[in-house]
């Protein structure tokens, strides 16, 4: 091994915000090893850091839960590409919305799009209320914002642009303008674009919350959440809640979530692609009643998407509505090749579900179709696989599942997952 002449002398290679997304995702909170030169971290195991004398540490750890150097070279990456001053990483996407909750007094009150993730419904309706916190859902967070705001008690707007599952858009901005009326914060999870195609706070949102289990770690290998803001008070409440609580990462997730986060803008771009290639032939498909794909100019919110989006860019989710009710959605997702029937998202392989009956089981089917989840709508979570293989492996689905009906393999093995 040779090492840099002087690699103490090495200037940090840190990247300057003028720099563009690529080269943040590839040197943010990436410095060389000022001893050895290693141009990728070591993964820090220790869980605690000698102390020369009581109360000095050596460096600038003490405790592994407070904090680490995988941990911080992960969230300043993190903050780099949602342009925010801090960010903090968690276990999970869960345990980010948990702390955010966590931080509220007793008595607030929160507004949330009704179409949020479903364990994100299931934190605001099962446990926020145990901690008196309040949540009022809308289907028109836009129109309805104004007058669901309760003087003195709303203390948060939780957005999550696009929607799980029917790939709604909400305008941020818009929203922003009216809760930063009454001092209300808004936070949006951005799961479903990551940054490289949506930085929600260059919109006016306060908070980006993300679960890295999804596109950011990539390689569905990791679970984990993180969220950035830029004020330094919620820092000093966030952070502090960040380690009383303890539902932090381990230094060997981060390390691989740092990895994969550093082809994010390849690995999006290239699923952006792909998606766009199979809304475009799903909507030619006489065996499609309806695609879900912000990315197509026949979208409802295709304006937003070209205001909120990185160049436009739809992103590698979308769903549409099969011919042939259930029956022929379930049969689709058993028929592909390619795409594995399976919940989750963001990965580098391509996914499909059947939201009614796996992830959106939960909710009551009156409910869910007037949000859109109807038994026959299938979920397509684009990996990066190539365009054609992937095209080719949906169109044969769709005949064997509309028009073969019967002759194909139907076992049912395994369709109905867990919510
Ligand atoms: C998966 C997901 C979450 C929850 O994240 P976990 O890492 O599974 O806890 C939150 N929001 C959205 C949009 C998600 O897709």
């Not at 690529?22 to 050895?36: E, I, N, Y």
């Not at 836009?142 to 003087?151: G, K, T, V």
């Not at 696009?162 to 929203?175: H, Q, W």
């Amino acid at each position: 091994m040779t090492l840099p002449e002087h690699p103490i002398d090495t200037p940090p290679r840190a990247p300057s915000p003028v720099h563009r997304f690529g080269t943040l995702a590839v040197h943010a909170g990436s410095p060389h090893d000022p001893v050895t030169g290693a141009v990728i971290e070591p993964i820090s195991l220790s869980t605690t850091f000698a102390q020369t004398s009581v109360g000095k540490p050596v460096g600038e750890y003490e405790y592994s839960r407070s904090s680490n150097p995988n941990r911080d070279n992960f969230e300043r990456a993190i903050a780099a590409l949602e342009h925010a001053r801090h960010a903090l990483a968690f276990s999970s996407g869960s345990a980010t919305t948990a702390t955010i909750l966590q931080s509220l007094a007793s008595g607030s009150h929160v507004v949330s799009v009704s179409d949020v993730y479903g364990g994100t419904h299931r934190y605001f309706t099962k446990v926020a209320l145990t901690h008196n916190v309040k949540v009022t859902f809308t289907p028109s967070i836009e129109i309805d914002i104004a007058e669901l705001i309760r003087p003195n008690e709303t203390k948060l707007i939780w957005i999550e642009t696009p929607s799980n599952p029917t790939l709604s858009l909400v305008d941020i901005r818009n929203v922003a303008t009216v809760a930063h009326q009454h001092g209300i914060l808004v936070v949006v999870d951005n799961t479903f674009l990551s940054p490289y195609v949506q930085n929600p706070l260059d919109h006016g949102a306060d908070i980006v919350v993300h679960s890295v289990t999804k596109y950011i770690n990539g390689h569905s290998d990791v679970v984990m959440g993180a969220c950035a803001y830029n004020s330094d008070d919620l820092h000093q409440r966030l952070s502090f809640l960040q380690n009383a609580i303890g539902a932090v990462p381990s230094a060997f997730d981060c390390w691989l979530a740092h990895r994969g986060l550093k082809t994010l803008h390849l690995r999006a771009r290239e699923a952006t692609k792909n998606a766009t290639a199979i809304a475009q032939a799903l909507e030619a498909s006489p065996h499609v009643i309806a695609v879900n794909y912000p990315g197509l100019p026949s979208h409802r919110h295709h304006a937003i998407a070209l205001k909120q989006h990185r160049d436009g860019m739809g992103g590698g989710m979308l769903s549409f509505r099969i011919r042939g009710g259930h029956e022929a959605a379930e049969r689709f997702c058993q028929e592909t090749k390619i795409f594995t029937l399976a919940e989750s998202l963001g990965g580098v392989e391509s996914l499909v579900e059947v939201p009614g009956a796996m992830t959106h089981a939960g909710i009551p089917r009156e409910q869910r179709e007037i949000a859109g989840v109807f038994d026959d709508l299938v979920r397509v979570s684009c990996g990066v696989e190539d365009e054609r293989d992937l095209v080719a492996d949906v169109l044969q689905a769709l005949e064997k599942a509309v028009v073969g009906a019967g002759a194909g393999k139907k076992g049912g093995n395994g369709v109905n997952g867990t919510a």
